[in-house]
């Protein structure tokens, strides 16, 4: 049974920092391009960072860019986003994402909130 969990998500101050994890399981984890999407309130999910199979190559959406790390250990089957410089803005349900070929496996989502 394919599983991604993720955790970490939480309410912090403008300009603070989280780091949210994604464990999976039920899958050749590293095989598979890892993802983070986010989606808030009223808006259509988006691309937040990928990490290739191997954890070498990286993208990040523009407005991310030198804010956020995106981060696998395919030993302990974990992919990680390391959030700083947070803004409200950056307010929504985070989601884990699992990509391979015409293969895509989702996690249910952790809140992020950004407020003072």
């Known amino acids: 049974q394919v599983q991604l969990v993720e955790s970490g998500g939480g309410l912090v101050q403008p300009g603070g920092s989280l780091r949210l994890s994604c464990a999976a399981s039920?899958?050749?984890?590293?095989?598979?391009?890892m993802s983070w999407y986010r989606q808030a309130p009223g808006k259509e999910r988006e691309l937040v960072a990928t990490i290739a199979s191997a954890g070498g190559r990286t993208n990040y959406t523009d407005s991310m860019k030198g804010r956020f790390t995106i981060s696998r250990d395919n030993a302990k089957n974990t992919v990680y986003l390391q959030m700083n410089s947070l803004k409200p803005e950056d307010t929504a349900v985070y989601y884990c994402?699992?990509?391979?070929?015409?293969?895509?496996?989702w996690g249910q989502g952790t809140q992020v909130t950004v407020s003072s």
């Open positions: 039920g899958f050749t984890f590293s095989s598979y391009a």
């Open positions: 994402n699992a990509r391979r070929l015409l293969r895509h496996y």
